[in-house]
């Protein structure tokens, strides 16, 4: 038996004369949807597998197709006779356009059996001559295919051999997927051997040492696994004693290591190559001459052996020295490999003189977590699931790692400045933190924060985009979005399909004992975020900005700025400037009344509903009492009807509630409920009594113009305030009230039991109120019923993912974070919204 080892990634070239029995052998070994045929494409093209004249349109579209399949991930095996170079070398150039090994199965019979075959078949009209000629051609092919850039060659000569034959996967190098960690990663070391012991131990790593003292291994109790990503040597003190401990570790499984530019650098020299002495490999050399001649061997030895990149916990972690694009990961090629060495650059050079790094972690979506060194940072930065951790040790920074799973960097800093940085690590970056970048938003992304990740689809953020570019004001004023709010769990009491019952239990089964309950006014959200100053703040011209929840200004000029005026003068009066020490806050508010924004909405929506049923059912009604007048049998149906007008005389009531006239701003008030952020300071983290406390300041300074909020504060386990709370909702509900919402009492921050973020709120609406979600008639026990099954999960889910980016955005805010990134969080909310979720929940 010959076994044929291949890539689970390739193109598979089967070379061949005619009648040799390539497709037989495709059909044996590969599934039919991996096997590109040339006949088949003769005859997808010109309707007849045997008409040469349309071979070079029928190879064209075979070179497409495989295209497609290598470029989604998946092997590839091309049947043709591939006997020529030029048909060869086209297969080569697309595989190398894609990154991935061709490999090349021969299979060589004797020329009289292949002329037997060939001459059976009806649809074979060429004479011997022809397969001669192909005999000849498959002969001069032995020698030329490794040249050509086959990367493995198979060749089987003799039907019992091909017969005999098994296909064989293997997977690539960098294909450690099974590799399941926890992993340390280390960023680039450069010799600095005693800050690499240094943070082992702080990783909580046992070094183990040889009779000379020396560190030659390194054991984690816990079972970790440490990968390096590079840019062991140069520059520093000891790059032997770093590449002695590093070999170690690697040699007894302990470790993981990917080759970065400066080891490439070092193993040509050592293979005797003429290469530039420069960027401390002098030092390293210097270094070595110190170590016996087989060490050197050794080093050499082990860098050849190092893999471009690794592809590790079942595809969700890549480690490459330069970083590595999606295309590229799982991939073998020459370009991967430069990539994963080199990184990419723009052809420019900076200040400095050195290479100016294209940015491609802003412009990567993948959902493989990337992790990478090789261009020295002040501070490790999430952008777009890929984190560079070189933070410079042998420049007088710090070595960092991180841990994964955990997410967790850990540094130690450097004992001293070893080699000086031809670019201070402290530079400018090379974008200023106001330049916003289409790249940053624009398809398919992975968003990082301090809360969590979540992955933005590029149909959503296409739709955000819309709106930012379009309608949102200035993004440097669009600091906050606020998040979805989810309803309370569906309630089992007769008649209703809300209530503060399952509210209360819902965060009492997430640990919370303290809740807030806080009337729900109906009105329109409103974000304001006001300066001190009316002429000018902090984030551009203007004295601050009034928007949406979607981003937009809530009515336009000039009715903005005077609502903004109102604001500001109450916040003067209330003395909050000099309380909280900022010029500028900023506030999440409701609008009131609804009909001030909404009246369009109500007009075209609500009344035309309400004044259809009021007006078509009692007629209805007039012409079933005539009939039951002559005696027909309608009272059933009556009866449905009646219960149907008087359900609409609810509806239409439960939307008047809230509309009033308003002109401009007279007749309009404001009800804040929370104070976000102001100056260097996120409130997040204060409970919601200061918010209300601050919100009632507010109100007392211009009780005209704001509306208080009425709240009541719930210990769960005292049975008493439940039904307190219980009673005032039916009562806020039953005299036209929306219902309320449940918060925990701890704050916008607060966490459950378990350390992960509780929902912000929860709203519990009234049995009435819910009519003009749900349609008038919604409480007869067949919708309601139905109501009843409606699925929470992803309108939760989506709460939390826009809460945990709002904390974020507001932690950005007060921390002096570029625009950009503070813009790609606020971005990643309004994206969110564009989530298929059931709006009436």
């Not at 336009?556 to 109450?570: E, I, K, N, Q, Y």
């Not at 139905?786 to 921390?815: C, F, I, P, Q, T």
């Amino acid at each position: 038996m010959t076994v044929l080892e291949i890539p689970e990634l390739a193109l598979v070239a089967l070379v061949g004369v005619s009648g040799s029995g390539k497709s037989t052998f495709a059909r044996r070994h590969f599934a039919p949807s991996q096997v590109l045929s040339s006949d088949a494409f003769r005859a997808m093209v010109a309707d007849d597998e045997n008409d040469q004249s349309a071979s070079a349109e029928a190879f064209d579209a075979l070179h497409y197709v495989a295209g497609k399949r290598l470029r989604a991930g998946r092997l590839t095996v091309v049947d043709a006779t591939n006997l020529q170079p030029h048909a060869r070398a086209a297969l080569v150039r697309v595989a190398r356009e894609h990154d991935v090994l061709p490999v090349a199965i021969v299979l060589d019979v004797p020329e009289a059996l292949a002329w037997e075959r060939t001459d059976a078949r009806v649809d074979r009209t060429f004479g011997r001559q022809v397969l001669t000629r192909m005999s000849r051609d498959l002969r001069r092919s032995y020698a030329q295919l490794a040249r050509e850039g086959f990367r493995k060659v198979h060749v089987l000569r003799g039907v019992d051999e091909i017969d005999a034959a098994e296909v064989r996967y293997e997977r690539l190098f960098n294909d450690r997927r099974e590799l399941t960690g926890p992993f340390d990663i280390v960023g680039d070391v450069h010799g600095c051997r005693a800050e690499l012991e240094a943070l082992l131990v702080r990783l909580g790593w046992q070094l183990h040492r040889d009779d000379a003292g020396r560190p030659v291994d390194a054991t984690h109790p816990s079972g970790r696994t440490a990968v390096f990503v590079g840019d062991l040597v140069d520059r520093g003190p000891d790059s032997p004693g770093v590449l002695r401990l590093v070999m170690g570790m690697v040699a007894a499984g302990h470790a993981l290591c990917v080759p970065g530019n400066h080891e490439q650098k070092l193993l040509r020299k050592l293979r005797g190559r003429n290469v530039k002495v420069a960027h401390g490999l002098a030092e390293t050399l210097e270094q070595l001459e110190a170590e016996p001649a087989e060490f050197a061997t050794d080093v050499a030895t082990f860098v050849d052996g190092l893999v471009s990149h690794y592809v590790l916990d079942g595809g969700q972690l890549v480690v490459a020295h330069a970083g590595l694009k999606e295309e590229y990961q799982g991939r073998a090629s020459g370009r991967v490999r430069a990539f994963a060495l080199y990184g990419e650059t723009t052809g420019e050079t900076d200040e400095y003189g050195l290479p100016v790094r294209y940015p491609w972690a802003r412009e990567y979506r993948g959902s493989a977590m990337v992790v990478y060194g090789h261009t020295p940072t002040p501070e490790p930065e999430w952008v777009n699931n890929t984190i560079c951790i070189d933070t410079g040790c042998v420049f007088g920074g710090r070595l960092t790692a991180l841990r994964h799973p955990e997410r967790e960097l850990v540094s130690v800093p450097a004992e001293r400045e070893w080699y000086a940085p031809v670019r201070p690590l402290t530079a400018a970056p090379a974008r200023p933190d106001e330049v916003l970048e289409l790249t940053d938003v624009a398809g398919r992304r992975h968003v990082e924060h301090a809360y969590g990740s979540l992955t933005v689809p590029a149909e959503n953020a296409a739709a955000a985009l819309e709106v930012m570019s379009r309608f949102a004001v200035d993004p440097r004023w669009l600091v906050w979005l606020p998040p979805t709010m989810a309803p309370c769990s569906t309630s089992s009491l007769d008649g209703y399909l809300e209530h503060p019952a399952d509210a209360f239990a819902d965060y009492r089964a997430a640990g919370v004992d303290r809740v807030i309950c806080e009337e729900k006014h109906m009105g329109s959200r409103a974000v304001v975020l006001v300066c001190r100053e009316p002429d000018g703040g902090p984030f551009g011209p203007g004295g601050g900005v009034v928007h949406t929840r979607t981003g937009r200004p809530f009515f336009g000029a000039p009715l903005d700025a005077g609502l903004l005026d109102r604001v500001r003068g109450a916040v003067t009066a209330a003395g909050l400037w000099d309380k909280l020490d900022t010029d500028w806050l900023l506030l999440d508010c409701e609008l009131l009344p609804w009909s001030a924004k909404a009246g369009g909405l109500i007009r075209e929506q609500y009344a035309g509903v309400g004044a259809a049923g009021r007006s078509a059912l009692p007629a209805a009604l007039a012409t079933l009492d005539a009939a039951a007048g002559r005696g027909l049998d309608v009272g059933g149906l009556r009866d449905l009807i009646a219960r149907r007008r008087d359900d609409v005389v609810a509806y239409s009531a439960a939307y008047r509630a809230y509309v009033r006239p308003t002109d401009g701003l007279r007749g309009v008030t404001l009800a804040p409920f929370a104070v976000l952020a102001g100056g260097k300071t996120s409130y997040a983290d204060r409970d919601h009594g200061w918010h209300l406390a601050l919100a009632d300041r507010l109100c007392a300074a211009d009780p005209e113009f704001f509306t208080p909020t009425r709240r009541q504060v719930v210990d769960l386990s005292d049975a008493e305030a439940v039904r307190a709370a219980t009673d005032w909702w039916l009562a806020l509900t039953a005299t036209g009230g929306e219902g309320m919402v449940v918060k925990p009492y701890a704050g916008l921050a607060a966490r459950s039991e378990r350390g992960s973020l509780l929902q912000p709120g929860i709203k519990c609406r009234g049995r009435e109120y819910l009519r003009i979600i749900y349609g008038p008639g919604y409480t007869e026990p067949d919708q309601l019923a139905a109501l009843r099954r409606r699925s929470l999960g992803r309108k939760r889910g989506l709460a939390l993912r826009e809460h945990a980016l709002g904390l974020a955005a507001l932690d950005a805010l007060v921390g002096g974070t570029p625009l950009w990134r503070r813009h790609e969080l606020v971005f990643a909310i309004l994206a969110c919204e564009s989530e298929p979720v059931d709006p009436r929940l």
